[in-house]
Antibody, heavy 119, light 110 residues
Framework: QVQLVQSGAEVKKPGASVKVSCKASGYTFTSYAMHWVRQAPGQRLEWMAKISVGSGNTMCSQKFRDRVTITRDTSASTAYMELSSLRSEDTAVYYC????????????WGQGTLVTVSS | QSALTQPASVSGSPGQSITISCTGTSSDVGGYNYVSWYQQHPGKVPKLMISEVTNRPSGVSNRFSGAKSGNTASLTISGLQAEDEADYYCSSYTSSTTFVFGTGTKVTVL
């Protein structure tokens, strides 16, 4: 079955970077886009960025454009999200979610990765 | 990109129908039929409930339905059940080729 498995929880200091992975299985990795969405504690879902896995093209929310890097390793069926210059407000659960090109909806989702930013 | 506007909370008794609105602009909700809805129980992963404004994925109860008029989309839950108590988020594609989520709505079953 289609599954997205993310890397484990991280604790980082302010100013550091974090890289979260999302390993896909059960489908042709390059035939879909991968999105990254985050959710701060008690807050709403927030769309961050996407990568068209086949081409490697990326698109980011303007809010994160200077700090987020989205990549993929097609040989490993894994997508990555790296967020730099971390601050306390970046403490959140980060999700990856699959989108069939042009369908405009997300599913399935990874299990989420908690990133805690604390000095 | 500002978040789409949803009511903070909606409540109803078992068996009743409720509707959650999702208001955007002509650059997102009003401009595209790429509005989707997600259900999220506390501590759980979001689950797709409606795609492309009105489409219900297999496995989702037919008590859930979606619609859109102008810049406002809506999710209706009919025959409200205790298990429907959760947070609900809308999402839309935008003219900037990005996506935006709504502010979220907490549904309470009285």
């Amino acid at each position: 079955q289609v599954q997205l498995v993310q890397s484990g929880a991280e604790v980082k200091k302010p100013g550091a970077s974090v890289k979260v992975s999302c390993k896909a299985s059960g489908y042709t990795f390059t035939s879909y886009a991968m999105h990254w969405v985050r959710q701060a504690p008690g807050q709403r879902l927030e769309w961050m960025a996407k990568i068209s896995v086949g081409s490697g093209n990326t698109m980011c929310s303007q809010k994160f454009r200077d700090r987020v890097t989205i990549t993929r390793d097609t040989s490993a069926s894994t997508a990555y999200m790296e967020l730099s210059s971390l601050r306390s407000e970046d403490t959140a659960v980060y999700y990856c979610a699959r989108e069939k090109y042009g369908d405009g909806w997300f599913g399935p989702w990874g299990q989420g990765t908690l990133v805690t930013v604390s000095s | 990109q500002s978040a789409l506007t949803q009511p903070a909370s909606v409540s109803g008794s078992p068996g009743q129908s409720i509707t959650i609105s999702c208001t955007g602009t002509s650059s997102d909700v009003g401009g595209y039929n790429y509005v989707s809805w997600y259900q999220q129980h506390p501590g759980k992963v979001p689950k797709l409930m409606i795609s492309e404004v009105t489409n219900r994925p297999s496995g989702v109860s037919n008590r859930f339905s979606g619609a859109k008029s102008g810049n406002t989309a809506s999710l209706t839950i009919s025959g409200l059940q205790a298990e429907d108590e959760a947070d609900y988020y809308c999402s839309s594609y935008t003219s900037s080729t990005t996506f935006v989520f709504g502010t979220g709505t907490k549904v309470t079953v009285l």
